[in-house]
Every structure is written in structure tokens, then in C-alpha cells.
């Protein structure tokens, strides 16, 4: 009987636990696992609500996942070229940072014309890029043997600056609304940075944002208050910090690494999250729209 009333006991705890799991979760799965590979990187929405990644189904490649749901390869990069980060500027052009080639790669999404927009041999690898309202490229450069990054300032002309070396591991980058902050986060030493962008696209005042312990970081995205949504890397969460950097909630995932995060969907409140042990994107509905 006590044995009984044991099993009893520990299949009701094994289902609480199982429930209490699955009500922790507060996202939906857009695609089959494994559509893309454990590289999925880079989610960026164009003017139609597409949303592309990169690595679809093979590494160098781009993904398009329509609004009806319809997936399909969109391109495939020039040979030696991988992409990461992906985002679109004011005239509908996609760039790509092709960390591979040392590239910031220009398309043309509708002829689907590659061009390589700026070539920088000093770049450790570019990882992740965004874009300010003034159509300046800000790409994070991280030397992960070394856990050490920089950052640079890419203009409209392609003219490439560094502007800060010696950094921890450089990673996830985004612009405030309105173009007047640059942030950027370091992986491995887990720090948000601010810094005041200057007129001529140049930082200055950095300060730390936000102080994370444990786990990782990844991409970053900004919604139209001002607030910054962190993909917490082996985590399994977003983590949205209000505009002075403090943490207002946790957004949990059921995969466990959040490589970056876009907004899209007929209200841009729709949160695209690509996940790299499923290879697929997570989604939820945020409170704001994104800014772009």
C-alpha cells in the first residue's frame, strides 16, 4: 500500500513539474525545428512583414518566411561568405555582416543583387550591425579566442571608422529611437554599454546600461519606447530593460539559446526570435511596436 501511495505520490509531482514547465513558456514555435541550421542568426523584417535569417537549411544561405507562414531558401551568398546579422535601411536595402569575408554585404531584395557595400580586412569577424535613422551601419566585431571586440562606424558613403577597440566580447548592437544612443552588449563579460552618437555618426560617453550575471548574451532590438530587448544565450529568455537600464521582465523560450530577435507583423509588436539548439523562431507579442 505505501509503495502504492509512493508511485501515486511521484507521478502527481512528475505532472505538476511538467505543467509548471509548460506554463513557463510564453512564446509559440513559428517553424518546424531544424528548418534552418544551428546557425540561424540575423532576423530582419522587411516593408512586406517577410522575415529573413540567415543559414536556411545549409550555412551561407538566406531564409524568407512569409506572413502565411511559407518558408522557402531566399539566396545564397557569394562562396566565403557567411552571414550573421541582418537589417534593412530606409530604402528597403538588406545588409548582411559576412563575418566570414569580413564583409557588409548590400542586396537588393528584389533583384536579389549582392554587392559587397564595404570590405574592412581589420574586422575580426562583423557580427551583428544596426542601423540609425541617419542611415549610418554600426557592426559589432567580437575576437571570441580572445574575448576581446571592437566597434565600427560604417556611413552611407561606406567610409569605415573604428570606433572603440579593446572592448570584452562585442556582440549584440541596436540604436534608440530617434538615433540619438548606441548600444552594445559584451557576450562573454555580460555588460550593456550606452553612448551618446554624436552628429557625425561618432560615439562618446559610454557608460554602462545594464550588468547581467550568468548565462550569455546575444542580439538586441529596441521598441519604440525606448525599451531593449537582450536574447539571454543558454538562458532561454529575452530580457527587456526599460530606458535606464533596469530589468522589467523576462520573456521565457523553450529553446535555451536566443541568438537574436526582430519585430514585425501588421502592428510590428510581433517578436521573431531565432533559436539555435532548434534551428526555428520562437515568437511573442510584445507591448510596443519595434522602431524600425
Known sequence: MKQTILILLLTAL???CSTQKREE??????????????????????????VYAVNYGREGTIGIVRPDGSHELFMTLPEGSTGNGIRFDRDGF??????????????????????????????HQPNDIALSPDGNIYASDPDWANETGQI????????VTLLESDMGTTNG???SPGGKTLYVNESVQLKVWAYDILPDGTVANKRLFHHFTGYGMD??????????????????????????GALIR??????????????????????????????????????????E
Open 152 to 159: 565600427w562606424l560604417i556611413t552611407p558613403d561606406g567610409k
Open 14 to 16: 512528475f505532472a505538476s
Open 250 to 291: 523576462e520573456i521565457r523560450l523553450a529553446g535555451a539559446k536566443p541568438s537574436n530577435i526582430t519585430f514585425g507583423g501588421a502592428d510590428r509588436r510581433r517578436c521573431y526570435v531565432t533559436l539555435q539548439d532548434r534551428g526555428c523562431f520562437e515568437t511573442f507579442t510584445a507591448e510596443f511596436p519595434g522602431r
Open 94 to 123: 538588406m545588409h548582411i555582416a559576412d563575418y566570414t569575408g569580413h564583409n557588409i554585404l548590400r542586396v537588393n531584395i528584389e533583384q536579389k543583387k549582392i554587392i559587397s557595400f564595404t570590405h574592412e580586412a581589420g574586422m
Open 25 to 50: 513558456r510564453q512564446t509559440e514555435d513559428l517553424l518546424p525545428e531544424w528548418t534552418f541550421t544551428s546557425g540561424i542568426e540575423g532576423p530582419a523584417t522587411d516593408r512586406q512583414g517577410n
Open 173 to 175: 548592437i541596436e540604436v
Open 219 to 244: 542580439g538586441m532590438r529596441c521598441d519604440i519606447r525606448g525599451n531593449l530587448y537582450v536574447c539571454r544565450y543558454d538562458k532561454g529568455t529575452v530580457a527587456m530593460l526599460n530606458p535606464e
